[in-house]
């Protein structure tokens, strides 16, 4: 197969210019979905990380006892106060 300089000169200057438009489309594509996933996967881990914080601290808050007031839980390194402890 054999290819001459004219059909070069017409032909790989639009198709360059179709794989440069392709590529842009497709980094704006992918930029918006990893976006989105990065954006998901920091909500998931805000979610877990505070309703494990809530399960500790109504955890304690159901069992608690006089003795164990000392060493409560705390909700993100914030102290939380009790009822029934003074």
Request: hydrophobic fraction near 55%.
């Amino acid at each position: 197969m054999n290819l001459d300089v004219q059909t070069i000169k017409s032909t790989a200057t639009w198709v360059l210019i179709a794989v440069a438009v392709v590529g842009l489309v497709l980094a704006i594509i992918i930029k918006k979905i990893v976006g989105k996933i990065i954006t998901l996967v920091l909500a998931a881990l805000i979610v877990f990380f505070g309703w494990q914080q809530r399960s500790r601290v109504v955890d304690f808050a159901n069992n608690v006892h006089s003795s164990t007031c000392a060493s409560h839980p705390k909700f993100f390194g914030i102290d939380v106060t009790y009822p029934t402890c003074k």
